[in-house]
């Protein structure tokens, strides 16, 4: 047989040794039960030939075990991962045992991926004291699913080549000193250790632009942004180019759209007619589709409209598959505000009007506050003036047609305005939400982009991920990690928008939020929907407000209240606690047990560093790193799959192998169970929750779900104080989720995998969803 020659990393040649190969695999399979390293060389059907490379040959071995990942054999995830983890630090190092942590940043501040201010803030001394304390065998804890993860969206990389900078444990590191490169000496060494910790033993997790931006030199890490539209030409061109600015720096666009006149509107006294909404919602989403994001993000929008504006009946409808190009804008999602008047008078089946906005000034802002009595007497006035421009329609009607297009396109969110300003830490009004339907927080309409008038909101946000903590004395010392390290990245990252700038940092609004709730509940044992499961979320949501609000007081002790604090309930002593709809105690007693009076007074006496503090995102591309459940979403399945680069990626559940049997699924549980226990949870969060729903058709008669059950569910959310609700999930008779074909309509949403063999086919449990980043895709995903 003629000697077959590979190709090393270096260029070099060398005849192929297929030693190496088997002790690489066998490496990786080191210490794993029920993992063959003869079953990977098979399964690889590797074909040699004159000239093939050595890091081809890693990859098709990778694939070869990951291809092998199934709920019989759980552990190939793991030597899945190790075998990329051998790829990752070949082409980093060029060994597989890690280089010199100061030799790396130096080289990737020479060639410019870091930022050469680091070196400005550290000496080598600093660099070899961090250094010691990076834990390189904690890259063994990644799962194939999250190893990959991190190589194809976090680390720093040449997206044109493909050249690799930097492996896990010094992105960890570098991140916190990065964000603590200004506390003082001995203080930043505390931080800076303890945030790696928590970032590498996965007890937290941060968003895509900070993992993916902290270091370089780009600084903007805010996940997505708030952008409030006046109806004036100024402000619809201003705002249009501050969406094309923030999707360009990676963020998810929310837009409020509700001041703008409705179509047929007068302009400049009738000389000019008003185009309506649908033109310029065109040159929105052409903003956010055509601009990229580093091959990191795709651009993403949500649209927010009140129930009363003039052109709401063609609003629900644009998302949809019906109409053409002309009349349907489908590449952005839709937020609809309600409130009580609007229930009831769906109740009553009784008619609502609609108002184009340039005459109804006084109503929009009254609808966005919590004066719901001046509200509804100015509705009533308007409905009987004769000398404005209205119309009236049906409101159950038009509720059930919300609905519909709710169901049907899995993308139109329900924004509960009353709740969203009650239950909220603002004495602003607050007009919208963001793409992912968790962040409330005030704006205002920019005028002029190069003045800084307006103001637009940021999302800047974290998680901390419940499965994976000790205990819950932990939520202590994480909430305060997290307010201090989100506190400095207001101040150090830049901003394209003065708008922006100036009411983050006068604000310095956090959106911190809890994740892995359901590994949490199935490592425990509890179940969500029963009396020991919602009590001990209520505990710990409990701890986690009041650590949250103790931390950003003394931070404010330490450093001095936002600029805004007194535009905070806060401000008067008013805590979450004081807010919540009361209904939540139907659900679970409303048994408190830390010192709250104890926390007021601490507010009264030094104000707040933060404006907010709480929210909960989707959650799901940073669980896929840390290999954890998303936010407070239930898993599909136990086996689920990601879609990246490298093709699906199967994940397991956390602790398959020890507590499968404990967890409940998606399509499985009670939707009316599940929102009482999202309740308990947006009773403590100061602003909202992504909130997502899941029906199985099959359990329906003619696999149909009754409106029935929409209209009970999305009004049990307002009664118990829920703010949004974000994605509505179906599937149809194939297994399908209703997001496929959104899909297929060139929409980011989720799709199938297609099962390979019969012996997949019979294992209902195993192969599942491929969920591609969702809210990720453009959005504010932690």
């Given at each position: 047989m003629?000697?077959?020659?590979?190709?090393?990393?270096?260029?070099?040649?060398?005849?192929?040794?297929?030693?190496?190969?088997?002790?690489?695999?066998?490496?990786?399979?080191?210490?794993?039960?029920?993992?063959?390293?003869?079953?990977?060389?098979?399964?690889?059907?590797?074909?040699?030939?004159?000239?093939?490379?050595?890091?081809?040959i890693q990859k098709v071995m990778i694939r070869s075990a990951a291809d092998l990942i199934s709920e019989k054999q759980p552990n190939y995830q793991y030597v899945a991962a190790r075998l990329l983890l051998m790829d990752l630090r070949k082409q980093v190092y060029k060994q597989l045992n890690p280089i010199p942590f100061e030799y790396l940043v130096k080289n990737n501040i020479y060639r410019g991926v870091y930022d050469k201010v680091l070196l400005e803030k550290y000496n080598q001394q600093d660099l070899v004291y961090f250094s010691k304390h990076i834990n390189y065998d904690r890259d063994f804890k990644f799962s194939f699913a999250g190893m990959s993860q991190m190589v194809d969206k976090y680390l720093l990389q040449d997206r044109i080549t493909g050249e690799l900078y930097e492996t896990p444990q010094e992105a960890f590191m570098l991140i916190g000193m990065f964000m603590f490169m200004n506390y003082e000496k001995k203080q930043r060494k505390e931080y800076v250790v303890k945030l790696y910790d928590a970032l590498s033993t996965f007890k937290i997790s941060l968003p895509t632009p900070i993992m993916s931006g902290v270091r370089t030199p780009l600084r903007q890490f805010s996940s997505c942004c708030l952008i409030d539209v006046g109806d004036s030409l100024e402000s619809i061109m201003n705002s249009n180019t501050a969406v094309g600015y923030y999707t360009a720096h990676r963020a998810g666009i929310g837009l409020n759209f509700g001041r703008i006149r409705g179509i047929d509107a007068q302009i400049r006294n009738g000389e000019v007619v008003h185009t309506g909404l649908v033109p310029f919602l065109k040159i929105f989403e052409a903003s956010t589709k055509g601009f990229t994001q580093n091959s990191v993000r795709g651009g993403g929008s949500t649209s927010t409209l009140p129930f009363f504006h003039w052109e709401i009946e063609t609003f629900i409808q644009l998302k949809n598959n019906k109409g053409n190009d002309e009349n349907r804008v489908r590449r952005m999602d839709y937020s609809i505000a309600l409130n009580k008047l609007f229930r009831e008078r769906v109740k009553n089946n009784e008619n609502i009007?609609?108002?184009?906005?340039?005459?109804?000034?006084?109503?929009?802002?009254?609808?966005?506050?919590?004066?719901?009595?001046?509200?509804?007497?100015?509705?009533?006035?308007?409905?009987?003036?004769?000398?404005?421009?209205?119309?009236?329609?049906?409101?159950?009607?038009?509720?059930l047609a919300l609905l519909k297009e709710r169901y049907e396109t899995g993308r139109i969110y329900i924004l509960n305005a009353d709740h969203v300003n009650k239950h909220s830490s603002f004495k602003d009004n607050i007009y919208m939400s963001n793409l992912?339907?968790?962040?409330?927080?005030?704006?205002?309409?920019?005028?002029?982009?190069?003045?800084?008038?307006?103001?637009?909101?940021?999302?800047?946000?974290?998680?901390?991920?419940?499965?994976?903590?000790?205990?819950?004395?932990?939520?202590?010392?994480?909430?305060?990690?997290?307010?201090?390290?989100?506190?400095?990245?207001?101040?150090?990252?830049?901003?394209?928008?003065?708008?922006?700038?100036?009411?983050?940092?006068?604000?310095?609004?956090?959106?911190?939020?809890?994740?892995?709730?359901?590994?949490?509940?199935?490592?425990n044992n509890l179940r969500f929907d029963k009396e020991d499961g919602l009590k001990t979320m209520h505990l710990h949501m409990e701890r986690f407000q009041f650590g949250l609000i103790k931390a950003s007081a003394n931070l404010a002790k330490e450093k001095g209240a936002c600029a805004y604090f007194n535009r905070t309930k806060y401000s008067d002593g008013i805590l979450p606690i004081d807010t919540y709809e009361k209904n939540v105690d139907e659900i679970t007693p409303n048994d408190l047990t830390l010192n709250w009076g104890e926390l007021r007074e601490l507010v009264k006496q030094h104000g707040l560093r933060n404006s907010a503090l709480s929210a909960i995102p989707p959650a799901a591309s940073s669980s896929i790193v840390s290999n954890s459940t998303a936010g407070i979403d239930p898993v599909r399945k136990l086996l689920i799959a990601k879609m990246s680069k490298f093709g699906p990626l199967k994940q397991l559940v956390p602790g398959f192998e020890t507590y499968k049997?404990?967890?409940?699924?998606?399509?499985?549980?009670?939707?009316?169970?599940?929102?009482?226990?999202?309740?308990?949870?947006?009773?403590?969060?100061?602003?909202?929750?992504?909130?997502?729903?899941?029906?199985?058709?099959?359990?329906?008669?003619?696999?149909?779900?009754?409106?029935?059950?929409?209209?009970?569910?999305?009004?049990?959310?307002?009664?118990?104080?829920?703010?949004?609700?974000?994605?509505?999930?179906?599937?149809?008779?194939?297994?399908e989720a209703s997001q496929e074909a959104a899909q297929k309509r060139d929409v980011e949403k989720t799709i199938i995998v297609e099962d390979t063999t019969q012996q997949e086919k019979e294992q209902s449990r195993e192969i599942s969803e491929v969920e591609l980043d969702a809210c990720e895709g453009g959005a504010c995903s932690v």
């Open positions: 003629e000697q077959i020659n590979v190709v090393k990393r270096d260029g070099s040649k060398a005849p192929i040794d297929l030693s190496m190969i088997h002790e690489a695999v066998e490496w990786a399979c080191n210490g794993y039960e029920n993992v063959s390293v003869s079953d990977i060389e098979i399964n690889s059907n590797l074909q040699f030939y004159e000239g093939i490379t050595t890091a081809e009007t609609l108002f184009s906005s340039e005459e109804t000034r006084e109503l929009y802002e009254l609808f966005y506050s919590s004066d719901y009595e001046g509200f509804e007497e100015l509705y009533l006035l308007l409905e009987n003036n004769q000398n404005i421009r209205k119309k009236s329609i049906n409101a159950r009607e038009f509720y992912c339907q968790e962040i409330t927080l005030p704006t205002a309409p920019l005028e002029d982009i190069n003045k800084g008038d307006g103001e637009i909101a940021m999302c800047i946000l974290s998680n901390i991920n419940l499965g994976k903590l000790d205990d819950v004395s932990e939520l202590d010392s994480l909430t305060e990690l997290l307010v201090r390290f989100l506190d400095e990245l207001i101040d150090y990252q830049e901003y394209p928008v003065k708008a922006a700038e100036i009411s983050t940092k006068r604000r310095r609004s956090l959106g911190i939020g809890v994740s892995d709730v359901f590994n949490f509940l199935a490592k049997e404990n967890y409940q699924l998606a399509w499985d549980i009670d939707n009316e169970a599940y929102l009482k226990f999202v309740a308990v949870f947006q009773k403590f969060v100061d602003q909202s929750i992504s909130t997502n729903l899941y029906y199985d058709i099959s359990k329906y008669e003619d696999n149909k779900v009754p409106i029935g059950n929409l209209i009970r569910h999305e009004s049990l959310a307002y009664k118990y104080g829920l703010k949004t609700l974000y994605y509505l999930n179906s599937n149809d008779n194939s297994g």
